[in-house]
């Protein structure tokens, strides 16, 4: 079976919980997230060949937040990608993404940490540029 995916990792939040109205103002999911992993296989028929890969997403409940960790192994490394969003408003908290290196370049993952808290944004990131 062929699966096309398109795959972002990036997010955006329009309203902080520290400016967000008494009443809660802020979206609220209709439904929880199911706990659980599923696993999935692409291939991907390119003009330089074929190339295989496999996803996994694993979604578990930890108390007051969800935490959702992707993994993807694709031929030339993996991606892993570990996001905390709070229960009740699925607001990211917190974002762990590593990125393998570039080929030719063992030494350059990418990686991110980040803490959302309030209306601010703190942690560090490696090697982000090429």
């Known amino acids: 079976m062929i699966v096309a995916l398109q795959l972002s990792c990036s997010w955006a939040q329009s309203v902080s919980p520290a400016t967000a ?3 809660g103002g802020l979206p609220k999911p209709v439904a929880n997230p199911t706990a659980g992993t599923w696993r ?4 991907d028929a ?3 060949g074929t190339y295989h ?3 996994s997403i694993t979604i578990k409940d930890e108390g007051p937040a969800w ?3 992707t993994t993807m192994e694709f031929p030339d490394g993996p991606v892993t990608d570990v996001s905390t969003l709070e229960k009740g408003t699925l607001i990211l908290r917190k974002e762990l993404f590593k990125h393998f290196p570039k080929p030719g370049q063992p030494w350059k993952t990418v990686m991110m940490k ?4 309030a209306s601010k944004v703190t ?4 090697n982000a540029k090429g």
């Open 21 to 23: 109205p008494n009443d």
């Open 40 to 43: 999935y296989r692409a291939t």
């Open 67 to 69: 935490v959702v960790d």
């Open 114 to 117: 980040l803490d959302f808290t």
């Open 46 to 48: 390119i003009p330089s």
């Open 123 to 126: 942690g560090v990131s490696t």
């Open 53 to 55: 890969s496999t996803f």
